[in-house]
């Protein structure tokens, strides 16, 4: 944590400036097994490379809109963070037809089509597959993020004031970001570093992102981001809270 931080991106820096080996982001998917821990290291360099795709290839720029058709989950972490990093807004379930980028999952492709700019898809498969048939008219995820660079700076510095994020309808400055992360922390159950935020909620409401990414970022905590948590009996539950060292949790 760091009091001068005024963008999602500025709590990453911090972050890994203060522990880059720790976790920050545990992804569990209920319906495949899956099961994904990215420390603060890793989960930078995913972003690192995210928004060098996001600014290089796809020739983003500040005050771009890019519709995320993405469920809760690591990889919409990432992209969420690769926008702040650009200073693209992230319009969280926004309407392809009226975004400059669409970035889909699996399950939306058809809706994406509405976009008439840049398309990417992903698979959202285990360790970040790709997909057996790549998508028509859609830059797989999986085949062009791998081969970006590790370090990002951003061809302009983005503007702590300016639109980064909208969700619910909801459109906040990046500022605003941080502010009200750090303001969830107290009714979320984080206490501070080293908590551990158990989310089973999506990511289509303000709460939903708080809890599984931005508040835990913004607190030097951790999350542990479970999709598909409802096919999870209350036995299996509570060994995961156990297993995983779970503070607090939000469903």
Known sequence: MNATDRTPADLLRSALAADPGRPLVTFYDDATGERVELSVATFANWVAKTANLLQGDLAAQPGD???LLLPAHWQSAVWLLACASVGVVA?????PAAADIVVSGPDSLDEARACSGE???LALRPL???FPQPPEGFADYAVEVPGQGDRFAPFAPVDPEEP???VAGAELTGAEVVEKARAD???LGLTGPGSRLLSGLPYDTWRGLSAGLYAPLATGGSVVLCRHLDGLDEESLAKRVENERVSATAR
């Open 65 to 67: 809109r890019l519709a």
């Open 91 to 95: 319009d969280v379930g926004g309407d």
């Open 119 to 121: 398309r990417v898809a």
């Open 128 to 130: 970040g597959g790709r």
């Open 164 to 166: 980064a994020l909208v």
């Open 185 to 187: 922390a107290t009714d």
